[in-house]
């Protein structure tokens, strides 16, 4: 069974404005953690947000917002004043405990384009 | 800065002849990660060494191994590329144990094979 998923490939998104980026998980684990990476075409995993399983209020970094509803088991990203250099792909991941550690499960993705 | 630090970012391999890529880490974290991802795809985590302990993926291919070393260095290491392998490789690391969960990756080798 998928535990993240993303439910748009691909999103369009006018310059200045915001646009939500949607992911839901499922796990039967009570601690848990979720993240958000940004991989522009050059290939690296930039980290943008986390968001812990126990955090009682909405992860926030600069423009980025994690509207986190944990009855549903939802984890959107809120990018706010969209800028060109936003377009990219971006992943949802929870953290998930291996054998020995913790090991990140990603969803598939979905390709934001800004338009100027 | 501290960094996670891919070499080659591009590297060319024939089918069948043996390929290293690597990694080095000047965060000085105790867990550091190898991940494949295709085109259009997701990262898909192949191992991961916590300090010296291997912990392989059930699904990672035989053909794929690794090796670390020492703490900064970690190798991965396809015995008989095939045109399947094509990809990007990504390799991550983590400080466990100090209630900082972010994995911090590096810029990938993209792997082709002819």
């Known amino acids: 069974a998928q535990k993240i998923t993303q439910t748009q490939p691909g999103m369009f998104v006018q310059e200045k404005e915001a646009v939500t980026l949607d992911c839901t998980y499922d796990?039967?684990?009570?601690?848990?953690?979720l993240f958000w990476y940004k991989q522009p075409s050059s290939g690296e995993m930039i980290f943008l947000i986390y968001?812990?399983?126990?955090?009682?209020q909405n992860a926030t970094e600069g423009r980025y917002s994690l509207n986190f509803q944990k009855a549903r088991k939802s984890a959107n990203l809120v990018i706010s004043a969209s800028q060109l250099g936003d377009s990219a792909m971006y992943f949802c991941?929870?953290?998930?405990?291996?054998?020995?550690?913790?090991?990140?499960?990603f969803g598939s993705g979905t390709r934001l384009l800004v338009r100027p | 800065d501290a960094m996670v630090i891919q070499n080659p970012r591009y590297q060319v391999t024939q089918f069948g002849k043996p390929v290293t890529l690597s990694c080095s880490q000047t965060?000085?974290?105790?867990?550091m990660y190898w991940y494949q991802q295709k085109s259009s795809q997701a990262p898909k985590l192949l191992f991961h060494y916590y300090d010296k302990d291997f912990n392989n993926e059930a699904d990672t291919p035989d053909n794929f191994q690794s090796r670390r070393p020492n703490t900064s260095f970690c190798f991965l290491d396809i015995r008989s590329p095939g045109l399947g392998d094509a990809a990007m490789y990504l390799c991550?690391?983590?400080?466990?144990?100090?209630?900082?969960?972010?994995?911090?990756f590096g810029p990938g080798t993209r792997l082709t094979v002819t």
């Open positions: 968001q812990g399983s126990y955090d009682e």
């Open positions: 991550a690391t983590s400080r466990e144990g100090t209630g900082s969960y972010e994995q911090y």
């Open positions: 991941a929870m953290r998930e405990r291996g054998d020995s550690s913790y090991k990140l499960i």
């Open positions: 965060l000085n974290h105790n867990v």
């Open positions: 796990t039967s684990d009570q601690s848990y953690g």
